[in-house]
């Protein structure tokens, strides 16, 4: 008899003791459209009941449409629901092109000097449609801008596992190696100590806990309760008392998405796969995208170094900030790449092979090596990069 990854649940809660009668333990693992584990969308590993229950209390946050009431917009935002951007291929995932949010700076034209405008980079593309002046900015102050494409959530708690050190023991900032990539940790001071960023494009956000916050406020114009690490919004001038969010509910966000489990390989047994995986290798492309990073409970086979690289052509202009300056972005990790396009920061990318295409800067070399590849070796790659 073959078992289902929901019937391994239930067998593995049996055999730990702790089945329950729960009717939410239940319902969340027999249906109602909540995976099981194992299953995209679903938590990571077994759960015990009580944690099952925060988990899909902090599903249900993040799946939901909040309302002026709730605080929603400050005034601008950028949907109405954690879902709304996160939802490809699954609750958690990325998110489409047309959902991209955009950023805007000065720098005179591309001369410098680079200037953040008033109030920082951010700039919401919406605004409630109580709210006077709908969708209508002034950007005289802006001649630079950058779009930044929804990034997939899923697998973030083991990404959160990672230690500073094993992060930056793959720093190469001189590129003493003399391969032509120098990527750098993001460092970030936090309360004056210093941390290292895991999370966004340029790896700005070093914990999943610090995420919700940042999203909520940045995101959803909600504001959340101050930890003192410089995240939360805590206040906003509309009518609905602060914090909009309480603590209880960032800790069941948070966990919600610390426990979604990570995207799964589909077939890597497959020989054109294996070839692929090969050659992705030989290539160099494994030197930013390293398959696997040791987390505290084990190898986190996520694809990337956390690296912050300089990978778009002397041309580029962008946003800049400190430690991650224009054209340097986050080594994106690669699992589950294969349903999250488009791709780069932007979404300048439609296919896996426009997004190789699309490297330059420390990238130049490796992308260069891929386009010389037969034909065959470069669609066995390809192959590779959709199994993860």
Same mark, same amino acid.
């Given at each position: 008899m073959?078992?289902?990854?929901?019937?391994?649940?239930?067998?593995?809660?049996?055999?730990?003791?702790?089945?329950?009668?729960?009717?939410?333990?239940?319902?969340?693992?027999?249906?109602?459209?909540?995976?099981?584990?194992?299953?995209?969308?679903?938590?990571?590993?077994?759960?015990?009941?009580?944690?099952?229950?925060?988990?899909?209390?902090g599903?249900?946050?993040?799946?939901?449409?909040?309302?002026?009431?709730?605080?929603?917009?400050?005034?601008?935002m950028?949907?109405?629901?954690?879902?709304?951007?996160?939802?490809?291929?699954?609750?958690?995932?990325?998110?489409?092109?047309? #959902?991209?949010?955009?950023?805007?700076?000065?720098?005179?034209?591309?001369?410098?000097?680079?200037?953040?405008?008033?109030?920082?980079?951010?700039?919401?593309? #919406?605004?409630?449609?109580?709210?006077?002046?709908?969708?209508?900015?002034?950007?005289?102050?802006?001649?630079?801008?950058?779009?930044?494409?929804?990034?997939?959530l899923?697998?973030?708690?083991?990404?959160?596992?990672?230690?500073?050190?094993?992060?930056?023991?793959?720093?190469?900032?001189?590129?003493?190696?003399?391969?032509?990539?120098?990527?750098?940790?993001?460092?970030?001071?936090?309360?004056?100590?210093?941390?290292?960023?895991?999370?966004?494009?340029?790896?700005?956000?070093?914990?999943?806990?610090?995420?919700?916050?940042?999203?909520?406020?940045? *995101?959803?114009?909600?504001?959340?309760?101050?930890?003192?690490?410089?995240?939360?919004?805590?206040?906003?001038?509309?009518t609905?008392?602060?914090?909009?969010?309480?603590?209880?509910?960032?800790?069941?966000?948070?966990?919600?998405?610390?426990?979604?489990?990570?995207?799964?390989?589909?077939?890597?047994?497959?020989?054109?796969?294996?070839?692929?995986?090969?050659?992705?290798?030989?290539?160099?492309?494994?030197?930013?995208?390293?398959?696997?990073?040791?987390?505290?409970?084990?190898?986190?086979?996520?694809?990337?170094?956390?690296?912050?690289?300089?990978?778009?052509?002397?041309?580029?202009?962008?946003?800049?900030?400190?430690?991650?300056?224009?054209?340097?972005?986050?080594?994106?990790?690669?699992w589950?790449?294969? *349903?999250?396009?488009?791709?780069?920061?932007?979404?300048?990318?439609?296919?896996?092979l426009?997004?190789?295409?699309?490297?330059?800067g420390?990238?130049?070399?490796?992308?260069?090596?891929?386009?010389?590849?037969?034909?065959?070796?470069?669609?066995?790659?390809?192959?590779?990069?959709?199994?993860?």
């Amino acid at each position: 008899m073959t078992t289902t990854p929901r019937l391994s649940f239930f067998l593995a809660l049996a055999t730990a003791g702790v089945l329950t009668s729960s009717a939410t333990l239940l319902a969340a693992q027999d249906g109602n459209d909540v995976p099981g584990v194992g299953e995209p969308g679903g938590p990571g590993r077994v759960l015990a009941p009580a944690e099952m229950e925060q988990w899909l209390r902090g599903r249900e946050l993040f799946d939901l449409s909040f309302h002026r009431s709730r605080g929603l917009g400050a005034p601008e935002m950028n949907a109405n629901s954690c879902r709304a951007c996160h939802q490809d291929p699954v609750l958690g995932g990325s998110g489409a092109l047309e #959902l991209n949010v955009s950023r805007f700076a000065h720098d005179n034209g591309g001369a410098g000097p680079y200037m953040d405008l008033p109030g920082g980079q951010g700039l919401s593309k #919406l605004r409630p449609p109580y709210v006077f002046g709908r969708e209508e900015y002034d950007e005289t102050l802006a001649d630079v801008f950058e779009q930044r494409q929804t990034p997939s959530l899923l697998g973030g708690g083991l990404i959160d596992t990672i230690p500073d050190a094993v992060i930056t023991a793959n720093e190469d900032p001189t590129d003493s190696d003399m391969d032509g990539i120098h990527g750098v940790a993001r460092h970030l001071m936090i309360n004056g100590v210093e941390e290292i960023g895991r999370f966004g494009w340029k790896a700005q956000v070093p914990h999943v806990v610090d995420f919700v916050r940042d999203a909520m406020g940045g *995101e959803l114009g909600i504001t959340t309760p101050v930890d003192g690490r410089g995240f939360a919004m805590a206040a906003d001038a509309d009518t609905t008392p602060d914090p909009e969010l309480t603590l209880a509910e960032v800790d069941d966000l948070a966990f919600f998405l610390t426990e979604l489990g990570p995207p799964l390989r589909k077939n890597p047994t497959s020989p054109v796969v294996l070839q692929g995986e090969a050659l992705f290798a030989s290539t160099g492309c494994a030197t930013c995208h390293v398959p696997e990073l040791m987390g505290t409970g084990g190898p986190v086979p996520l694809y990337s170094n956390l690296l912050v690289h300089d990978v778009m052509d002397s041309s580029y202009r962008g946003m800049s900030e400190p430690g991650a300056g224009v054209g340097f972005f986050r080594t994106p990790p690669l699992w589950g790449i294969g *349903e999250t396009a488009p791709y780069m920061h932007d979404g300048r990318a439609e296919t896996l092979l426009d997004a190789i295409s699309a490297h330059h800067g420390e990238a130049q070399n490796v992308r260069d090596d891929f386009l010389a590849l037969p034909g065959a070796d470069r669609n066995a790659l390809l192959a590779f990069l959709r199994d993860l």
